[in-house]
């Protein structure tokens, strides 16, 4: 069971958006940042968003970040088959002492 | 531009030590702003972090790993080391070495080893 508690699947049609929440406690997502993740099937985790609603070079807007005091939520907009991955939210863990991840969302595009 | 590659042993015996190595090549692992760490992936399962190390030797290890985890930097190689001893089929995943920003995100992955726990 994960520390951060993120839905285990979303889906939405192409051209459409779609949010992931990231659920945790005042120790993790309350006190520090948060960054998400995708996960193509057979690729190395990319990063899409750092600092809670940042974009590394080469990401487009079309990924998005926020948070609000526990939780965090990622969108996408204008959806695309290519965006078919599995998402993972992360961030310290000031209790734990460690980083904790979200186990993870599969998001279908329909 | 940064690149992070694993190497090791792809099958490790059930209660042997799991060692892996993570060569930097286009940076440097004495970079005073960042964290390397390891991170892995069982098969069918989400991320899980390893642990973390700083150039100077500080390290973070999970606490549920914490007493089979060993990771090192070796700076006069550049390299990122891990170890995990007694291990089980449950270590069975694919390893990831990365770097992280400090309080930022795990920007920088290498392409991954999979490594198979069995007799």
């Known amino acids: 069971q994960s520390v951060l508690t993120q839905p285990p699947s979303v889906s939405a049609a192409p051209g459409q958006k779609v949010t992931v929440s990231c659920s945790g406690s005042i120790s993790n997502i309350g006190n520090n940042y948060v960054s998400w993740y995708q996960v193509l099937p057979g690729t190395a985790p990319k990063l899409l968003i750092y600092d809670n609603n940042k974009r590394p070079s080469g990401i487009p807007d079309r990924f998005s970040g926020s948070k609000s005091g526990t939780s965090a939520t990622l969108g996408i907009t204008g959806l695309q088959t290519g965006d078919e991955a599995d998402y993972y939210c992360g961030t310290w863990d000031d209790s734990l002492r460690g980083w904790v991840f979200g186990g993870g969302t599969k998001l279908t595009v329909l | 531009q940064l690149q992070l590659q694993e190497s090791g042993p792809g099958l490790v015996k059930p209660s042997e030590t799991l060692s892996l190595t993570c060569t930097v090549s286009?940076?440097?692992?004495?970079?005073?702003?960042?964290?390397w760490g390891w991170i892995r992936q069982p098969p069918g399962k989400g991320l899980e972090w390893i642990g973390s190390?700083?150039?100077?030797?500080?390290?973070y290890y999970n606490v549920s790993l914490k007493s089979r985890v060993t990771i090192s930097v070796d700076t006069s190689k550049n390299q990122v080391s891990l170890k995990l001893s007694s291990v089980t089929a449950a270590d069975t995943a694919v390893y990831y070495c990365?770097?992280?920003?400090?309080?930022?995100?795990?920007?920088?992955w290498g392409q991954g080893t999979r490594v198979s726990v069995s007799a």
């Open positions: 190390i700083y150039y100077s030797g500080n390290t």
């Open positions: 286009g940076g440097s692992v004495s970079s005073v702003s960042y964290y």
């Open positions: 990365a770097r992280v920003e400090v309080g930022s995100g795990w920007l920088n």
